[in-house]
């Protein structure tokens, strides 16, 4: 396995505790600093926020930055963050320290996307982008479980001091196995908003908001809904979240393997499993022992078209990669805003937590009923990736190799001999290019052939025998007549 991907899911890891550990202390986190719980859940929506106006914004000003320094840099931001909001004594500091936490999370995850896929081979771009989002879920199987369990414990404030070492580990790791030979983007800095003009990558980003806003929206107050409804409490709670994880988990590996699938039928067919799965999730918030398998079962469906949404605008917005994905991340957490406010609304007007699931039925048939209206403008976008391997160069052709990733040969690297050079493309053949380069080593070694035959006979012609006469062909009885 790749020592730089496991990097980038090990700084994933570490900003999906910091996004989502709050959820699991909302309710410390609002008795201790004096406020209600919908006005604790703003930390979430404000995070959101911060993802969604301070990705696009960093990822356009380092667009044309090394990406290890880019990285670096993000993951120095998470660090100062996290422990702003370990030392935050007042609401209004909190929500400071969350909002510059934030400030990383989209860029990051917008450029680790791309930097994943463009270290792999074309047809395993959709497992390295989920290896990525792995680092988000494990973060929900152990992270947030175990931040929850340690804010119980110790206070919540002891939380983000463990979030933060996490950040200091992540950093070493990005410094120690990043490669520095990655390369930038390309263009202006302007033309990357052209990305914009793409139906297919607007539509994409706008089902992503769509898909975040109906997991949030009942998501954010699960801690409440298990403690009013569930009857779970302090270490119950920890084990759902856990549980919770362990569905993302399950859903990040699903996403990638169905990245080979025709898009909008597959993302169809999430959608209403997604909607079978809420509604028997509004049936099970009453037991324990049928909230737990519902709880691995919604986290799995919920989260599983992520990768899918994420390689969409990664694809079709080539000539800005960086900016594109980056925006997937901040329409991502623009559900998560509008999700966490959405929920926080429905109970400010005086409805029951336990509606909540209904609501965010209601978001995805909106979804659904959207995929199904522009499902002909992805016609030409149903595989993301390549049914066929492309054709590259030969097996000899110099490669180096940093930190586990493959570098593309120099243009000088060529493959020599004696009498006759050619030089085979530095970058990635085409099929013409590959025939061209083959044509000339058959060529070239036909003409080697034919040399050596005719040396051969030559040699062969001047051999005496023994007894010093040349050895020529026996003449037949009839020549001697």
Same mark, same amino acid.
């Given at each position: 396995m790749s020592m730089p991907l496991i990097a980038l899911a090990l700084a994933a890891? %570490?900003?999906?505790?910091t996004e989502l550990v709050i959820m699991g202390l909302l309710t410390d986190v609002a008795g201790?600093?004096?406020?209600?719980?919908?006005?604790?859940?703003?930390?979430?929506?404000?995070?959101? =926020?911060?993802?969604?106006?301070?990705?696009?914004?960093?990822?356009?000003?380092?667009?044309?930055?090394?990406?290890k320094r880019t990285l670096l840099l993000l993951m120095t931001i998470f660090l100062i963050g996290?422990?702003?909001?370990?030392?935050?004594?007042?609401?209004?500091?909190?929500?400071?320290?969350?909002?510059?936490?934030?400030?990383?999370?989209?860029?990051?995850?917008?450029?680790?996307?791309?930097?994943?896929? %463009?270290?792999?081979?074309?047809?395993?771009?959709?497992?390295?982008?989920?290896?990525?989002?792995?680092?988000?879920t494990v973060a929900n199987v152990l992270g947030v479980p175990f931040g929850t369990a340690v804010g119980q414990a110790f206070g919540w404030r002891m939380a983000f001091w463990c979030v933060a070492l996490m950040g200091v580990v992540a950093l070493a790791g990005l410094w120690r196995w990043m490669p520095s030979t990655l390369p930038r983007s390309q263009g202006s800095i302007l033309s990357e908003f052209k990305v914009l003009k793409q139906?297919?990558?607007?539509? %994409?980003?706008? =089902?992503?908001?769509?898909?975040?806003?109906?997991?949030?929206?009942t998501l954010t107050y699960l801690s409440p809904i298990l403690e009013h409804y569930?009857?779970?409490?302090?270490?119950?709670? *920890?084990?759902?979240?856990?549980?919770?994880? /362990?569905?993302?988990t399950i859903g990040s590996w699903l996403g990638g393997k169905l990245g080979n699938s025709p898009l909008v039928p597959t993302l169809i067919k999430l959608m209403i499993a997604n909607l079978i799965v809420l509604l028997v999730l509004t049936f099970c918030l009453h037991s324990i022992w049928t909230m737990m398998p519902a709880v691995v079962l919604w986290g799995a469906i919920t989260f599983s078209p992520n990768p899918l949404f994420q390689l969409l605008v990664v694809d079709q917005a080539s000539e800005a990669p960086n900016l594109a994905s980056t925006l997937n991340q901040s329409a991502f957490n623009l559900g998560n805003a509008i999700g966490a406010?959405? %929920?926080?609304?429905?109970?400010?007007?005086?409805?029951?937590?336990?509606?909540?699931?209904? /609501?965010?039925?209601?978001?995805v048939i909106v979804l659904f009923a959207l995929a199904m209206v522009t499902r002909?403008?992805?016609?030409?976008v149903d595989h993301l990736v390549p049914e066929e391997e492309p054709v590259g160069p030969p097996t000899d052709v110099p490669v180096d190799v940093d930190n586990g990733v493959l570098v593309n040969p120099t243009d000088d690297a060529a493959i020599d001999d004696d009498d006759d050079e050619f030089t085979l493309p530095s970058d990635t053949l085409t099929p013409e290019q590959f025939a061209e380069a083959m044509h000339g080593m058959r060529r070239h070694?036909?003409?080697?052939?034919?040399?050596?035959?005719?040396?051969?006979? *030559?040699?062969?012609?001047?051999?005496?025998?023994?007894s010093g006469v040349s050895a020529e062909p026996p003449v037949s009885p009839d020549e001697k007549h």
């Open positions: 890891f %570490g900003i999906g505790t201790n600093l004096h406020v209600s719980v919908p006005t604790a859940g703003m930390l979430i929506s404000c995070y959101a =926020m911060g993802v969604v106006i301070g990705g696009p914004i960093l990822a356009l000003l380092t667009s044309r930055w090394q990406r996290n422990v702003a909001c370990a030392i935050s004594e007042t609401y209004m500091q909190l929500l400071i320290a969350r909002v510059v936490t934030a400030l990383s999370h989209g860029a990051f995850f917008g450029i680790a996307s791309v930097t994943a896929a %463009g270290m792999v081979p074309p047809e395993k771009r959709g497992q390295a982008i989920a290896m990525v989002f792995a680092g988000l139906p297919q990558v607007t539509l %994409g980003l706008l =089902m992503s908001v769509l898909s975040s806003t109906a997991m949030f929206v569930t009857n779970v409490h302090g270490v119950g709670i *920890t084990l759902m979240f856990l549980l919770y994880g /362990v569905g993302m406010w959405l %929920g926080g609304a429905v109970i400010g007007i005086g409805l029951q937590m336990d509606f909540l699931p209904i /609501v965010s039925i209601l978001v002909k403008l992805f016609v030409h070694h036909v003409s080697s052939e034919d040399a050596h035959e005719g040396e051969t006979e *030559t040699s062969a012609a001047s051999e005496t025998n023994g």
